[in-house]
């Protein structure tokens, strides 16, 4: 079985951009959730979805947002990109809500 | 309260030693408590999970030891290799998945 996939994997923007990272999670997974990994803050919880809905949410401002589809792919988009919105931005998707969490190989985001 | 602290920052083992690994968490709700390996360009790998309902699990040369009332669990690898270096986080959730709250990490490195 595959496991979770995102795309891009790399990704050079401009400060004041906006990005949006794609992440298709395991297949027969219904949940994915979204977390930040940079050196000095660690992983920390972006959000999380189920049936299209967001279930949970960590504390990142409003620039952060993020969706699920119905076929259970989620896409986050980060606008008006600031100098520390680099990092390594991974998805991890569960079979379903409150169960193991599997993650992706990340895109990494470089905004110069 | 939300806070897991990991140590130590980073741990050198010789091949064939034991690697221990020590997390601490305030929030009691915690009822979830996984191991992810990180090797260099990928993302976490879910490597052995416990609740807090048995004190101890073990899968292959990993076993994680879980101490309730004193609210640490750690993780101990057995025998460690070479292809053990990586860096290893704790993490803590409610209701077992959904929001996860990493520790800052622990490099590990195996010296031949």
């Known amino acids: 079985k595959a496991g979770v996939t995102q795309t891009p994997r790399y990704l050079i923007k401009t400060r004041g951009q906006q990005v949006t990272l794609s992440c298709s999670p395991i297949?027969?997974?219904?949940?994915v959730s979204w977390y930040q990994q940079t050196p000095g803050q660690g992983l920390q919880f972006l959000f999380e979805y189920f049936s299209e809905t967001q279930r949970n949410k960590g504390n990142f401002p409003g620039r952060f947002s993020g969706r699920q589809f119905s076929n259970s792919r989620s896409e986050m988009n980060v606008s008006t990109l600031e100098l520390g919105d680099s990092a390594l931005y991974l998805c991890?998707?569960?079979?379903?809500?409150?169960?193991?969490?599997?993650f992706g190989p990340g895109t990494r985001l470089t905004v110069t | 309260q939300q806070q897991v602290k990991q140590s130590p920052q980073s741990l050198i083992v010789q091949k064939g030693g034991i690697s221990i690994i020590n997390c601490a968490y305030e929030n009691t709700a915690f009822d979830y408590f996984p191991w992810y390996q990180q090797f260099p360009g990928k993302g976490p790998a879910l490597l052995i999970a416990i609740r807090p309902d048995v004190s101890e699990k073990k899968e292959g040369r990993f076993t994680i030891s879980f101490n309730k009332s004193a609210k640490q669990f750690s993780l101990h690898i057995m025998d460690s290799q070479p292809g053990d270096s990586a860096t290893y986080f704790c993490?803590?959730?409610?209701?077992?998945?959904?929001?996860?709250?990493f520790g800052q990490g622990t490099e590990l490195s195996v010296k031949p």
């Open positions: 991890a998707s569960s079979l379903r809500v409150n169960y193991e969490q599997y």
């Open positions: 993490a803590a959730s409610r209701n077992q998945g959904g929001k996860l709250i």
């Open positions: 297949s027969g997974h219904r949940s």
